[in-house]
């Protein structure tokens, strides 16, 4: 088939190309704790949410409908990103060392101005004088909006893999 | 050294211990050791009354949920019947668990290994070829294990794994006088939003207990970033010993609560003018529990030996939205020397508004729990200490930790005559007679003594000893 009968192929490629570009310029921003340019790509109707993961007999996927980690608009992540900057914010003094790796990137639908798009998420994480790491694991359901050249977030669902968590707290943005 | 030297030189180290708490000392090295770890699961986890879980958890019969004490896993679970059991999940034949999830509902637990089943009161319902293979093998002394205790009070169900000892409302005593506060407030009391939060943390037990046992003196120091932010008002989290609030340290019969509020004002913690009006209750409360109730801002507290609260009004997830109240309940479960397990759960009256309930678990996440605003800043300082009490200095250096305040030489700490509440009411939050309370009973409990040996010693002040 020719180039030019691909057009729609060629389309979705180049949708996916950005996108995965600013999930990676994304997770860049977050792993330097650049928190305040990382929250300039939240939409101001953002719902950010990372739900309680359930651990059940038949079902591999189950996430409770009431319990969660973060429900977040975006007055409460403000917030939670201002509080950063305070010099007694102890759980991130000094940061956590973190690298996300977004991988299995794939467009669910999308339109001239919005992308659904989930993806998987690994974050390595160290902290303080130690050799100890853990990791968090995620499966993350994203709706991005077109601004300007970018993306701005308005929809982030995180679907972690842990039921029991293996850190001190969550003191970083998934 | 012989293994019998070993456990006299322990022996005396406790005596030691507990000599130093009447100065207001106890031994960093306490806080990370192994032969102390052992000893606490078999004196005090397996003597104690612990928490298990609310009832409005498992609200169907069939409902259950995995839970633990120390070291042992239960299925606390309501049966057909509607009974709450807490059963041990080990097969009787050969020992597997016959529980395989975290939540859920069944009538039946059947184990994987030989297909035995049992129905959800515990009660041995199946044995594959029993006529052939087991045939004089008695159906009825081969249930799942009940646990030997287990008992509720509003809602909150405690179980203890000792076949004797104080009930658990003798254990409580007269602590449910405020804990009566929280539960019976709103009519139709509170329920647990959602499931429990659950997270392990590189930390010694000891160091959660001490914080929720009349810690006020950390909050805004710990916490400063939320004071900076104005997600918590001054009076909730602003510094100890300031401001206009009334504020109270109790100590009622080996529990402790820390309470601010305001003097003849109606603040019942925040909440909203509808829920006071709508549902807050006088029936189950006495005038003078209403009063502690109309008059309070916020409460932190714990109930020997692992279970702790916080009742916080004036707070927020945003500093652009209105303030309110949240409700949160935990346990810690020591799972080593240097690390534990946080369970939190979030709570709210039970006949609220579904909005109003949910804001009330917003407030607890942004504020409590792995992600909480507040809670995110404790435990790497609870880690810390665990981490600096491993080593060999702490004990070839006798290193003492400072819990004099409030000791008649450091302050001038008196009690409040006129307080209507029992125990001991502290007419300022400067003290720290509720940790050495708490380490005064962890002392008898691992001495083998009745943990009652250490109440009613009112070690705070020494006039009255």
């Given at each position: 088939?020719?180039?030019?009968?691909?057009?729609?192929?060629?389309?979705?490629?180049?949708?996916?190309?950005?996108?995965?570009?600013?999930?990676?310029?994304?997770?860049?921003?977050?792993?330097?704790?650049?928190?305040?340019?990382?929250?300039?790509?939240?939409?101001?109707?953002?719902?950010?949410?990372?739900?309680?993961?359930?651990?059940?007999?038949?079902?591999?996927?189950?996430?409770?409908?009431?319990?969660?980690?973060?429900?977040?608009?975006?007055?409460?992540?403000?917030?939670?990103?201002?509080?950063?900057?305070?010099?007694?914010?102890?759980?991130?003094?000094?940061?956590?060392?973190?690298?996300?790796?977004?991988?299995?990137?794939?467009?669910?639908?999308?339109?001239?101005?919005?992308?659904?798009?989930?993806?998987?998420?690994?974050?390595?994480?160290?902290?303080?004088?130690?050799?100890?790491?853990?990791?968090?694991?995620?499966?993350?359901?994203?709706?991005?909006?077109?601004?300007?050249?970018?993306?701005?977030?308005?929809?982030?669902?995180?679907?972690?893999?842990?039921?029991?968590?293996?850190?001190?707290?969550?003191?970083?943005?998934? | 050294?012989?293994?019998?030297?070993?456990?006299?030189?322990?022996?005396?180290?406790?005596?030691?211990?507990?000599?130093?708490?009447?100065?207001?000392?106890?031994?960093?090295?306490?806080?990370?050791?192994?032969?102390?770890h052992e000893?606490e699961k078999e004196r005090i986890f397996a003597q104690s009354w612990v928490f298990i879980g609310?009832?409005?958890?498992?609200?169907?019969?069939?409902?259950y949920a995995r839970r633990y004490i120390g070291d042992d896993t239960f299925i606390f679970v309501?049966?057909?019947?509607?009974?709450?059991n807490l059963l041990f999940d080990s097969c009787r034949?050969?020992g597997a668990k016959v529980c395989?999830?975290e939540?859920?509902?069944?009538?039946?637990f059947?184990?994987?290994?030989?297909?035995?089943?049992?129905?959800?009161?515990g009660?041995?319902?199946?044995?594959?070829?029993?006529?052939?293979?087991?045939?004089?093998?008695?159906?009825?002394?081969?249930?799942l294990v009940h646990v030997p205790r287990l008992?509720?009070?509003?809602?909150?169900v405690f179980a203890s794994i000792a076949e004797?000892?104080?009930?658990?409302?003798?254990?409580?005593?007269?602590?449910?006088?405020?804990?009566?506060?929280?539960?019976?407030?709103?009519?139709?009391?509170?329920?647990?939003?959602?499931?429990?939060?659950r997270?392990?943390?590189?930390?010694?037990w000891?160091?959660?207990?001490?914080?929720?046992?009349?810690?006020?003196?950390?909050?805004?120091?710990?916490?400063?970033?939320?004071?900076?932010?104005?997600?918590?008002?001054?009076?909730?989290?602003?510094?100890?010993?300031?401001?206009?609030?009334?504020?109270?340290?109790?100590?009622?019969?080996?529990?402790?609560?820390?309470?601010?509020?305001?003097?003849?004002?109606?603040?019942?913690?925040?909440?909203?003018?509808?829920?006071?009006?709508?549902?807050?209750?006088?029936?189950?409360?006495?005038?003078?529990?209403?009063?502690?109730?109309?008059?309070?801002?916020?409460?932190?507290?714990?109930?020997?030996p692992n279970?702790?609260?916080?009742?916080?009004?004036?707070?927020?997830?945003?500093?652009?939205?209105?303030?309110?109240?949240?409700?949160?309940?935990?346990k810690w479960r020591p799972v080593g020397?240097?690390?534990m397990e946080?369970w939190?759960?979030?709570?709210?009256?039970?006949?609220?508004?579904?909005?109003?309930?949910?804001?009330?678990?917003?407030?607890?996440?942004?504020?409590?729990?792995?992600?909480?605003?507040?809670?995110?800043?404790?435990?790497?300082?609870?880690?810390?200490?665990?981490?600096?009490?491993?080593?060999?200095?702490?004990?070839?250096?006798?290193?003492?930790?400072?819990?004099?305040?409030?000791?008649?030489?450091?302050?001038?700490?008196?009690?409040?005559?006129?307080?209507?509440?029992?125990?001991?009411?502290?007419?300022?939050?400067?003290?720290?007679?509720?940790?050495?309370?708490?380490?005064?009973?962890?002392?008898?409990?691992?001495?083998?003594?009745?943990?009652?040996?250490?109440?009613?010693?009112?070690?705070?002040?020494?006039?009255?000893?």
């Amino acid at each position: 088939m020719k180039l030019s009968e691909r057009e729609d192929e060629i389309e979705e490629l180049l949708v996916e190309r950005e996108v995965r570009q600013f999930l990676n310029y994304e997770a860049e921003l977050l792993d330097s704790r650049k928190l305040h340019e990382w929250f300039d790509h939240i939409a101001d109707d953002i719902s950010y949410r990372m739900p309680r993961r359930l651990m059940r007999e038949n079902t591999a996927e189950s996430f409770s409908e009431k319990g969660y980690y973060f429900n977040e608009d975006y007055g409460s992540l403000e917030a939670r990103v201002k509080r950063f900057d305070s010099e007694y914010a102890w759980a991130e003094r000094p940061p956590t060392r973190t690298e996300r790796y977004v991988t299995n990137v794939v467009i669910q639908e999308y339109d001239e101005e919005t992308v659904k798009v989930t993806d998987n998420l690994l974050i390595y994480l160290s902290r303080g004088d130690s050799e100890e790491h853990t990791f968090y694991s995620a499966k993350r359901h994203d709706t991005l909006r077109r601004r300007d050249d970018s993306f701005e977030i308005v929809e982030r669902d995180i679907r972690l893999n842990q039921t029991v968590l293996s850190t001190d707290n969550v003191s970083i943005f998934l | 050294m012989a293994a019998d030297d070993n456990h006299s030189v322990l022996e005396q180290d406790l005596q030691d211990a507990r000599d130093a708490l009447d100065e207001g000392h106890f031994p960093l090295d306490f806080f990370n050791n192994d032969e102390l770890h052992e000893l606490e699961k078999e004196r005090i986890f397996a003597q104690s009354w612990v928490f298990i879980g609310h009832e409005s958890e498992i609200p169907e019969p069939g409902d259950y949920a995995r839970r633990y004490i120390g070291d042992d896993t239960f299925i606390f679970v309501r049966s057909e019947s509607g009974e709450i059991n807490l059963l041990f999940d080990s097969c009787r034949h050969r020992g597997a668990k016959v529980c395989r999830a975290e939540q859920g509902n069944t009538s039946h637990f059947r184990c994987p290994y030989h297909g035995w089943t049992y129905k959800n009161d515990g009660e041995a319902a199946g044995m594959p070829q029993k006529s052939k293979a087991f045939k004089e093998l008695d159906r009825e002394d081969h249930g799942l294990v009940h646990v030997p205790r287990l008992e509720t009070y509003e809602g909150l169900v405690f179980a203890s794994i000792a076949e004797e000892g104080p009930t658990l409302d003798e254990w409580l005593g007269d602590f449910k006088w405020y804990f009566d506060i929280h539960m019976k407030l709103p009519e139709g009391g509170m329920e647990v939003i959602g499931e429990p939060h659950r997270w392990v943390i590189d930390a010694n037990w000891k160091t959660i207990a001490d914080n929720f046992n009349g810690d006020s003196y950390h909050t805004a120091w710990a916490h400063g970033s939320v004071l900076d932010l104005e997600l918590g008002g001054e009076e909730t989290v602003g510094h100890a010993g300031t401001g206009d609030s009334m504020d109270r340290h109790i100590h009622c019969d080996g529990h402790t609560t820390s309470m601010r509020g305001f003097e003849g004002e109606d603040v019942f913690m925040t909440y909203p003018d509808e829920i006071v009006e709508d549902l807050f209750t006088k029936e189950g409360l006495s005038e003078e529990q209403w009063q502690v109730a109309r008059q309070a801002l916020s409460f932190t507290g714990g109930i020997f030996p692992n279970f702790g609260f916080l009742h916080f009004g004036d707070t927020t997830d945003d500093p652009n939205k209105d303030v309110a109240p949240f409700f949160t309940i935990r346990k810690w479960r020591p799972v080593g020397p240097n690390q534990m397990e946080l369970w939190s759960w979030g709570l709210a009256p039970k006949n609220a508004p579904q909005e109003f309930k949910d804001r009330m678990y917003k407030i607890y996440t942004s504020n409590f729990g792995p992600t909480g605003n507040f809670e995110q800043d404790d435990a790497p300082i609870w880690k810390g200490i665990t981490d600096m009490a491993k080593g060999q200095f702490p004990k070839s250096q006798n290193l003492q930790l400072n819990y004099q305040m409030g000791l008649d030489w450091m302050s001038d700490m008196s009690l409040d005559e006129e307080w209507d509440g029992p125990g001991f009411a502290y007419s300022e939050n400067l003290e720290e007679g509720g940790m050495r309370l708490f380490h005064e009973q962890w002392y008898e409990m691992l001495a083998g003594n009745a943990r009652e040996d250490a109440l009613g010693t009112s070690m705070n002040i020494r006039e009255e000893q």
